[in-house]
């Protein structure tokens, strides 16, 4: 059957911004809200998002490419929802958010869900993983992490582009799979890890791309070590709200939520923190990959800087302490 590549209203939307930035009423509402990762947060008109997002970005990286290696689509509560990742790209010629520029290559990790009302973008969500940009500009403020380090793979099928005629019953058993998971993540009774029976929902090779801080894990095993363990006991109330956004296509489906999750830190070792004994609201966006019964692989972007912040950490502050003291 033949393949079509899905170009999306975003990459249009993209290509404008390189063009011609002033020139984007064709693609956003008029109440349309930008959402992205701190430090930049909420923006609400076009001005402020080439003022405070593409301008910093295309003045860090004059050469700026965005490159998505997942783009996904589908109808939700009404409209229509595009899940992407992938990485802008480019030379990093200038400081970052005070990100020290490097004059090398920088792979700038994004993940973006998006809402689409009439044909145009009326809810913005993307998290830059502004922490691996420190990673790699030489710097690193928090633990080093626990899993792989470095960029994260395109799916191992290649076809994250790329879709045929997409049978219904096929995003509804992926859906599904997905939900069903993730209200397997709820039976945690606060003791065992294995009180939550992800062997039902995952492939044993499973291969699970987190962001800067945690890193990349693989297997169930390499799951529960480097993050779901430090994570769910130092949150041992967290609560998700997966029904935020849910969005299927074929074998992907993409969840999120602005926040997604909530959860009070009590208990130190994520990240080698001590606890805040705060309440915490979590930025979080994952994309799946069903292949057969079983999830095969999970994009995971969570805003770690945002969460910092909620803690009263400073991440870019230090990042500062830390160049002083090189």
């Not at 191992?156 to 939900?179: A, C």
């Amino acid at each position: 059957m033949e393949q079509t590549k899905l170009k999306t209203l975003v990459d249009k939307l993209y290509l404008q911004l390189q063009s011609s930035p002033e020139k984007l009423d064709d693609y956003l509402t008029d109440n349309m809200q930008w959402h992205v990762s701190a430090p930049i947060n909420t923006l609400y008109n076009k001005e402020q998002i080439i003022e405070s997002f593409w301008q910093p970005l295309s003045s860090a990286l004059p050469d700026i490419e965005r490159k998505p290696f997942i783009n996904v689509e589908s109808e939700y509560q009404g409209a229509i929802w595009i899940a992407s990742t992938g990485y802008f790209i480019g030379t990093f010629s200038n400081d970052l958010f005070s990100i020290p520029a490097t004059n090398r290559t920088l792979y700038l990790r994004y993940t973006e869900l998006v809402k689409l009302e009439d044909n145009k973008i009326s809810q913005y969500y993307i998290i830059l993983d502004f922490l691996d940009v420190m990673n790699q500009a030489g710097v690193n403020p928090l633990r080093k992490s626990l899993g792989h380090s470095g960029l994260v793979m395109p799916p191992t099928t290649m076809d994250g582009l790329y879709r045929e005629d997409v049978q219904q019953s096929d995003s509804e058993k992926s859906q599904k799979l997905v939900i069903d998971m993730l209200n397997e993540l709820g039976n945690f009774d606060g003791k065992s890890l294995e009180s939550m029976e992800l062997q039902n929902f995952w492939h044993n090779d499973f291969m699970w791309y987190g962001p800067a801080g945690i890193g990349t894990t693989r297997g169930i095993e390499g799951f529960r070590t480097n993050h779901q363990g430090p994570f769910v006991f130092s949150f041992p109330d967290r609560s998700v709200d997966h029904k935020a956004t849910l969005v299927a296509n074929g074998n992907y489906v993409a969840t999120g939520g602005w926040p997604h999750m909530h959860g009070t830190h009590s208990v130190g070792g994520w990240l080698g923190l001590p606890p805040s004994n705060k309440e915490l609201s979590l930025r979080v966006m994952d994309i799946w990959r069903r292949e057969g019964d079983l999830l095969k692989e999970n994009w995971v972007a969570i805003d770690i800087i945002d969460m910092c912040m909620q803690m009263g950490l400073d991440v870019f502050d230090m990042m500062k302490q830390q160049l002083k003291c090189k």
